[in-house]
């Protein structure tokens, strides 16, 4: 990958951005957060520590903030970073009528210029976990994170990736794409729904990359789309999400 991905993901989030601020709306005011393109409730999940209090937390790649907003409501002390004015604009304005006292801050999740270890939790949710190489998000992650610290991240599954056409039609029981030395895909140039550039591994080449930054592996889940879920998400259609998995989840843990 060689092209200036950053630039790219940049001024597509821009563009988009009030594409995004009703299901905003929707996911800052959820009494229990729901995760993912399809919603899964984190009754079922548990994303976040249900008691945040005294937890200094960050978001990489907040988007419009409400993963931020749920932690703030759990007690953390919360500092979200995202590439993207226009979707932090959102973010501020559902902070303000939320009455949450986040920091926001407009940069790259890479290089957050942040202190080190300065968090005790971070999260990801289709944000720096699919935008950003891993090598170089995770890393910063591994920084920013005091020892002992938790970093949870969730993004699209290898299997929803290699499972769609290469124009970026809707994802169908055909494998399109090679698994072996995935690093993602681009899709700015596709027919169908034209995107950004969003990254990817095979499972054993994200834990090796764990591995090798300093992070353990406390758990793994692989999230369907629910029985009741209808049409197309994504890309994904709602009948091939509740065959195969569409997303993984990773609970990783800083080395003390």
Known sequence: MTRDYLSINKDIWNADATNWVEFAKSRWSLEVPAWGNWGN??????????????MDAIELGCG???????????????????????????????????????????????????????????????????????????????????PGGRLVFLGNHPLSLIC???????????????????????WTEVEYEPTGVCFNLTISSWIDLFTDIGFAVSKYQELYAPESAMGTRAAIPADWAKSYPVEQVWHLLKHE
């Open 164 to 186: 769609s056409p290469l124009d970026g039609a809707p994802a169908d029981r055909t494998l399109h794409r090679p698994y072996r030395e995935m690093w993602g895909a681009d």
């Open 64 to 146: 419009t903030g409400y993963v931020a907003g749920w932690m703030n409501r759990r007690g953390a002390r919360v500092t979200a970073i995202d590439l993207s004015a226009e979707q932090l604009s959102t973010a501020r304005q559902m902070s303000e009528k939320h009455g949450a006292d986040i920091t926001f801050i407009e940069g790259n999740a890479e290089q957050t210029g942040l202190p080190d270890a300065s968090f005790d939790f971070a999260i990801s949710e289709y944000g720096a976990s699919i935008w950003c190489p891993p090598d170089k998000w995770l890393r910063e992650a591994w920084r920013l994170l005091r």
């Open 41 to 54: 409730s984190d009754a079922g999940l548990q994303l976040l520590p249900m008691d945040m209090t005294d």
